[in-house]
Nanobody, 116 residues
Framework: QVQLVESGGGLVQAGGSLRLSCAAS????????MGWYRQAPGKQRELVAT???????NYADSVKGRFTISRDSAKNTAYLQMNSLKPEDTAVYYC??????????WGQGTQVTVSS
């Protein structure tokens, strides 16, 4: 019933910027949490950033000050502005939306590659 589609990934040089988008569709409760996660080769999936309806945000220490998460709740869309990218940011980035106790949905992922 819920689908999330990420876009905006690609190849960028260290120090560059990318903006990821996540468009959610379907039957979505307004009081939801949207977030971005990433998974690098050989590593577990990790939290990058989350944002709730009020706009309050949470960031991993590794991206704080460089990445900014935002949302347009009317469009059920989340964004991740990534600045000052580093090679260690290279990963597949996944969008997530959740609410209540039993609603938790993931996108297919988008590849971000940062060259040195």
């Amino acid at each position: 019933q819920v689908q999330l589609v990420e876009s905006g990934g690609g190849l960028v040089q260290a120090g560059g910027s990318l903006r990821l988008s996540c468009a959610a569709s379907g039957s979505i409760f307004s009081g939801n949490i949207m977030g971005w996660y990433r998974q690098a080769p050989g590593k577990q999936r990790e939290l990058v950033a989350t944002i709730i309806r009020s706009g309050m945000t949470n960031y991993a220490d590794s991206v704080k000050g460089r990445f900014t998460i935002s949302r347009d709740s009317a469009k059920n869309t989340a964004y991740l502005q990534m600045n000052s990218l580093k090679p260690e940011d290279t990963a597949v980035y996944y969008c997530n939306i959740k609410w209540g106790i039993s609603h938790d949905y993931w996108g297919q992922g988008t590849q971000v590659t940062v060259s040195s």
